[in-house]
């Protein structure tokens, strides 16, 4: 079992940034891919971003410019600084750490960004 404790979430307004983290406890031999998906009211969960052991991201097209995705892997902690923040960018923000067939889940961290 990976328990993934997320935090940094919040309030700010449109144009400013903020960084979110997630900490795995643990990695199942070393090759997870970890990402963050979000959830708007209403709305289904999407990917936002991934990041694979190696490095490789892979980011939606809606945040491409803007959000950044990167881990630390002596850390197992995964990292999106979110810039340019625009209303529509308000969700609940999950960590994912997927290995093969087994995926894990952040318990969610509400970002709001009023206009």
């Known amino acids: 079992q990976v328990e993934l404790v997320e935090s940094g979430g919040g309030l700010v307004q449109a144009g400013e940034s903020l960084t979110l983290s997630c900490a795995a406890s643990?990695?199942?031999?070393?090759?997870?891919?970890m990402g963050w998906y979000r959830q708007a009211p209403g709305k289904q969960r999407e990917l936002v971003a991934t990041i694979t052991s190696g490095g490789n991201t892979n980011l939606a097209d809606s945040v491409k410019g803007r959000f950044t995705i990167s881990r630390d892997n002596a850390k197992n902690t995964v990292y999106l600084q979110m810039n340019s923040l625009k209303p529509e960018d308000t969700a609940v923000y999950y960590c994912?750490?997927?290995?093969?067939?087994?995926?894990?889940w952040g318990q969610g961290n509400q970002v709001t960004v009023s206009s």
């Open positions: 643990k990695t199942i031999f070393n090759i997870n891919t």
């Open positions: 994912n750490d997927k290995t093969f067939w087994l995926v894990y």
